[in-house]
């Protein structure tokens, strides 16, 4: 049984960072695709970056590419979304979560667990 739990949310003047952490818990195997999504209000939840530990293929949305980074902690079992140079259009729900199949990854994959999210907020 897979937990996520983000942390490291709040508030940030644009041009600003935030790091946020992702604590994960249960069965996560290498081959399986790790991810950061938001959710904008009134918005369709959008991947942000995905990373996947077996080959350390990377991936970006467009929007944040030079400006997140996404990495794991693989002994603590921890997932870190760096986000510098923030924007106002950066403020979302920021939710972890991972892939469904081994293997599979990337910003469109199957993803099956998710946390509760952490509020970013960009003024």
């Known amino acids: 049984h897979v937990q996520l739990v983000e942390s490291g949310g709040g508030s940030a003047q644009t041009g600003g960072s935030l790091t946020l952490s992702c604590d994960a818990s249960?069965?996560?195997?290498?081959?399986?695709?790790v991810g950061w999504f938001r959710q904008a209000p009134g918005q369709r939840r959008e991947g942000v970056a995905a990373?996947?530990?077996?080959?350390?293929?990377?991936y970006y949305a467009v929007s944040v590419k030079g400006r997140f980074a996404i990495s794991q902690d693989n002994a603590k079992k921890m997932l870190y979304l760096q986000m510098n140079s923030l924007k106002p259009e950066d403020t979302a729900m920021y939710y972890c979560a991972v892939g469904r199949f081994s293997g599979q990854c990337g910003l469109r994959a199957d993803f099956a667990h998710w946390g509760q999210g952490t509020q970013v907020t960009v003024s």
């Open positions: 249960g069965n996560i195997a290498r081959g399986d695709c």
């Open positions: 990373f996947l530990p077996s080959d350390g293929s990377t």
